[in-house]
Structures are given as C-alpha cells and as structure tokens.
C-alpha cells in the first residue's frame, strides 16, 4: 500500500474516509427521525450556543462523575484533537514537517490514554450500570485507532518506514468508529450534538427551570404519542442521543423499588420501537425481567401487554425528574411517559384501575376525592379564614390544595395560618370557589381534565385582587406557576417556605431556637428539581436552631418520596416500597425529625411503619419556635 501512495497521504485520507464513512452512516440515521413529526427549533440560537451547552452545560453534569469527566475530556478532546491534526496533514507544508507529525503522535498518545479509561471501565467486569453489547467494542476500537495512530505519526516523525501494521490498525479502528455512528457507540457523539442544538426545552440551557408540560392541542387527530412516529423528530433525536450510562436508573425511585421501570431501558425501547434493525438491548432490565416484545418500526404500537412497553412500566413512572436530572446527555423522560399516557388516557381510555376514580371525580367535582369543595376549609375550624368571596382582595391569596382535606396535613395548615396571623399577613382563600389545579389529571394523560380544571380555576381568580399566591403543595405551585400561564393565568406563585423564612427576615415573625431537635429535610421533587427552590426550607430550619443534617441524596438529586405523577392511584405493584426506601436513607441521618414542605411527601413518608423519626411540615417546626420565643 505505502509502495503506492506515500503514508503522508494515506494517512490523512484515512481519516477522511472515517468523516465521509462516519457522514454517511448519520445520515441514514437522520432518515430514521425524519418520520417524527414537525417541531419549531430556533437554529441559529441552538448552533451559536452549542458551545457553551456542552462544556458548561453538559459538563456540569458529567462532571458528577468525577471519573466519566476526566475519561470522557481526554478521550473525546484526544480523539478530536488527533482526527483533526491528521486531516490537516492534506497540506503539503504540514505533511512535509516531522515537528507536526510528533504533535499528531502526542495527540493520538492522549487518545490512547483515553480509551484505557474507557476499556477500565469495562474490562475485566462491566461497571453494573453501563451497557454492554456493542458498547463492549468501544475500548478496543479506540485502542486500536489510537496505537496504530500515535506508532503512524512517530514513524513520520522520525522518517522511518514501517507503516503497514500501525496503517492498518488505525484504518481497522478510525473506520469501525466511523461505522458505529450509525447503530453503536459512537451514535451518541453525532446525535448528542445535534440534540443540543435542536433541544425541545431550550430553557435549560438559560438559567431557569423548564419543566411544565406542553399543552396538548385537544382538536388534534391523535391524542398523545402510540407509535415513535408521533413524537417529534427532536425528540427522536434525543432518544438516539443516550448514551446507555445507567445514571438515571441508579437515579430511578421506582427502579429502586423493583417496579417495572427502567429509564434507561425505556429510552432504549423507544429507539428499538422505531427502528427493526436496532441491535440487541444489553442493559439492566425493567425489574421484573420482562423481555421485549412487539413489532418494531415507525408506525407500530409501543404500549401494551404484547409490545416493546408494558403499560406498567408506564405507571409506574412518580414523574419526579430524578432521571432527567441525572441525563448527561439531558434527555426528557417524563415527557416521553407524559406522551405515552396522553395517548393511552384519552384515545384508549386505559387508566390504571385504581386511577379511574380519582380521575372521573376530578372531571365531575373538581377534587379526585369527590369531596364537596366547600369542605376544603374544614381543617381550619376555630380560625375563621378570611374568603376572598367576601373580600374581593388580599396581598396573599392562600391556595390550599387537595392537602387541606387531609387530617393530618390539616395541622400543617393550622400552623402556617396561625404564623400568617402572627406576621400579620393580610390573606384569604378561595374556600369553595378552589378546585383541584388538575396536576394529578395532566400527570395521569387527562390534559382535557387538566385544561378544563385549569381555565375554570383561571376564572375564578381572575374574579379578585391579590399580589401573589402562598401555597405549602409543591404540586399546586408548579400548576400555578409554571403552566397556567399557558392557558392565560400569569401569577407570582411563592411556596410556604420561602414566604416563611422572607417573614422571618424581616422581623415579622420571631422564633426562638430548638437547638435540641436534629432534623433532616426531604426535598419535594416539585420544590427541588421541577422549581429549582432548595434553600428556603433550609434556611426556615436553620433560623430556629435545629441541628440539620442532610441525606446522602438532597437538593435537586433527593429521592422521590413516590407520590408524584399519580403513581399513589396507579398503584403498581413492585419489590419494595418507594416511601420505605426514602425512610431508610433518612434514617441513616440519625435525625429525629424528617422535616417535610409538601402534602405528598407528609402522607407517603408517614406511611412508612417501622420509621424511627417524626415527621413535621417545616411551618409546624417554626410554629413551635415561634411559641418557644414568646
């Protein structure tokens, strides 16, 4: 070969056989998310951008791992790096100079040292998380790649000969790189990118927390998502773009429990759904050990008994953003899930059993309870809430939620009144005029429910006048928040904490301090990772003494509590409990307290039998303390 073409020239065309080879397999990929339907993307926004979302964006995550960051910046930048140089080498004056060809070899020498990172991780056991399969090939194609590229660049360097053996292994690996763009490893580098740019949410990349759900169009012809064709090609895109780490399945509550899902399998089905040819899945599977099944392609059914996803796996989703969080490659599961249930909820009417009441009362009485909604405000007997009915205006609207039915929430709400009247807050409620926001219905697919419930509680407030609206129910302030403005209902939302701990700042409440209770504090995942607020509860706790100790899992990457998404009516049954394990992870603090800032969580964790802490909403703790002062 080298008799007939000097390696000056074989050499960078190797290289650019892999970028042709690696242009031809994307494209064949691309045809595959072209069958998805239309979606806006802002290109010009997402290119100029692309750059800082994966080295600050992407990083920050990645970085998490501090291992996957160090493997994944000397591996990728070596590979670049190198594959660059070389393809430069086309240029006689660069192709001519040893110094240059000793600069390549340093740079395929760095990709060297990469794919030994990589291959630690998978040889010689797999780390349990990752797949396998194709993924297993990975190491000894960068190896190869790299040696055969780094034994080239020396021999040119120094002007010897010899370049048979090193030639043809850097064509063996560069060229099987180029080729697992299509179905392997490598599909992840050239879909990540391109999902970057062409991101469904791309208020991540901005600083605030994009996490409400789109509005589904209800005069639409299809309802929700049955076959990969209904999504979006972007998110096509981003199903391809995983990279089969297995974060978001050691994230996963409901994976831990042993129910049937895995996110990252989930994904990976959803990309075998699309496509007949996909290889083999060879990771984790869904707890329980179903295997895949169904026909595959762009119009075939994705859920059902007899297909690739069991609606189990659907249910059992707590839609709590854990895997989301987690994604280094910043795919949406929940949206995914979200898609699939719309479908199945309001095209085939296949809710969970146990769902069907809830949802049904919901749609008849404003409340999945069926309660009247005047009884909302009995928790408050004694206090004589104030009714905007009666007022007509307020500073602070208190938006109760479904927790005000509840015995024991009923406290949590006795106590913030009762601080509310300490700081002399002027505020008042809906009462009866307040229906259920329609969380639990959107979660569950209802969006019909959800945008009927929606605009009527819209009306109702557009009646009054108020500054901004206190609720202690995350759910509820998401709703409020982050998806009524959809919908035409644009509100100062603020949680219960954060009103608390501005009211303690400013004088207006006085605790004293409980320097003899230890607590830790459980974040909601509708407060933490769907809002971003992490540090007002904290601050309310720490401003009344409490020695606070944190879980191996807080903040924005605390474990759901297993209430969210309407997984309590769903009901799927799994090996363990989502609650219990939370408990034990809490216990493991030695904390006395679970402190606790939403109705869910206090209803699950004190479901818990054997826990061996209180649970107490964090307004009860500081009504304690203000007492305490007096």
């Not at 007949?276 to 599977?285: F, M, V, W």
């Not at 209902?489 to 409980?514: N, Q």
Request: charged fraction near 20%; aromatic fraction near 6%; proline fraction near 7%.
């Amino acid at each position: 070969m080298t008799s007939l073409m000097p390696p000056t020239t074989v050499f960078p065309g190797l290289v650019w056989a892999m970028a042709a080879l690696a242009l031809v397999q994307a494209s064949r990929r691309a045809a595959l998310w072209r069958v998805g339907a239309a979606a806006p993307v802002a290109w010009l926004h997402g290119l100029a951008r692309l750059p800082r979302r994966y080295l600050v964006d992407v990083h920050a995550i990645v970085a998490r791992d501090a291992y996957a960051s160090r493997m994944h910046a000397v591996v990728a930048g070596g590979l670049l790096a190198a594959s660059v140089l070389t393809a430069l080498a086309i240029l006689p004056p660069l192709a001519q100079s040893r110094a240059y060809w000793l600069v390549v070899a340093l740079a395929f020498a760095v990709t060297a040292a990469g794919a030994i990172l990589v291959g630690a991780r998978r040889y010689p056991e797999k780390q349990k998380r990752l797949s396998a399969g194709r993924f297993q090939i990975l190491p000894v194609l960068l190896v190869a790649y790299a040696v055969g590229g780094t034994l080239t660049a020396l021999l040119l360097a120094l002007g010897s000969d010899g370049f048979v053996v090193p030639l043809a292994l850097a064509a063996a690996g560069g060229l099987g790189l180029a080729f697992e763009v299509r179905h392997g490893p490598m599909r992840h580098a050239a879909a990540g990118a391109l999902h970057l740019v062409a991101h469904p949410r791309p208020g991540r990349f901005e600083g605030r927390p994009d996490t409400a759900l789109q509005p589904l169009d209800l005069d639409a012809p299809r309802l929700g998502a049955e076959m990969p064709a209904d999504f979006t090609w972007n998110r096509l895109l981003s199903y391809d773009a995983c990279v089969s780490c297995g974060r978001c399945e050691i994230a996963c509550p409901a994976f831990a429990a042993g129910q049937p899902l895995n996110p990252k399998r989930l994904i990976q089905d959803l990309v075998a759904g699309l496509n007949p040819e996909e290889p083999l899945y060879a990771g984790n599977p869904y707890p329980g050990g179903r295997g895949a099944e169904g026909e595959r392609g762009p119009l075939a059914r994705l859920i059902g008994p007899d297909a690739r996803i069991h609606p189990d796996t659907l249910w059992s989703c707590t839609t709590c953003r854990a895997c989301v969080e987690e994604c280094p490659m910043m795919i949406e599961h929940v949206d995914a899930v979200v898609s699939l249930r719309r479908y199945q909820t309001l095209e085939r009417g296949a809710l969970p059993e146990k769902a069907v009441g809830p949802v049904t009362e919901l749609r008849q009485a404003g409340d999945p309870g069926g309660r009247p909604l005047a009884a909302r405000t009995d928790f408050a007997a004694g206090l004589d809430l104030p009714l905007m009915a009666e007022r007509g205006q307020a500073d602070v609207l208190l938006w109760l939620g479904e927790g005000a039915y509840d015995l024991r929430y009923g406290r949590t709400l006795r106590a913030l009144v009762r601080l509310l009247r300490q700081a002399n807050v002027d505020f008042a409620v809906l009462g009866a005029e307040e229906r259920d926001t329609g969380d639990l219905a959107r979660r569950l697919g209802d969006e019909a429910t959800f945008q009927a419930l929606a605009r009527e509680n819209i009306g109702t407030l557009s009646k009054y006048r108020f500054g901004r609206i206190v609720t202690a129910d995350p759910h509820a302030l998401h709703a409020l928040r982050n998806e009524y403005p959809a919908f035409g209902g644009h509100y100062t939302v603020v949680h219960h904490t954060a009103l608390l701990m501005e009211l303690i700042r400013a004088g207006r409440l006085s605790p004293g301090r409980l320097p003899d209770l230890s607590v830790t504090y459980h974040d909601p995942c509708y407060l933490a990772r769907y809002n971003g607020e992490t540090e007002a509860p904290r601050a309310v706790l720490d401003a009344i003494g409490l020695t606070r100790i944190e879980m191996a899992r807080s903040g924005k990457r605390a474990m759901c509590c297993g209430g969210g998404g309407g997984a309590p009516v769903s009901d799927v049954p799994g090996e363990r409990r989502i609650p219990d394990l939370r408990m034990a992870q809490a216990a493991e603090t030695g904390a006395g307290i679970v402190a606790v800032a939403c109705p869910s969580c206090t209803a699950m964790l004190e479901g818990v039998t054997d826990r061996k802490a209180d649970i107490r909403d964090v307004a009860e703790l500081l009504l304690q303390a203000v007492e305490a002062g007096r």
